[in-house]
């Protein structure tokens, strides 16, 4: 039996980021999406207020 060399290496997020962070990241590099921008603008507000 051969082994696999098809592998892919998944980047991880860090510990203590939100897992969708790399989505508003990645939102950010391809242009504004409002609704992603939107839900983080929510998070950030319960943050503050918490």
């Known amino acids: 039996m051969g082994l696999s060399r098809n592998k892919v290496a998944v ?3 860090a510990a203590g980021t939100p897992p969708f ?3 508003v990241v990645n ?3 391809r242009g504004s999406n ?3 921008l939107k839900v983080l603008f929510f998070v950030l ?3 503050v207020y918490l």
């Open 11 to 13: 980047p991880e997020g």
């Open 27 to 29: 939102c950010h590099k």
């Open 45 to 47: 507000l319960v943050l």
């Open 21 to 23: 962070w790399s989505d």
């Open 34 to 36: 409002l609704k992603t």
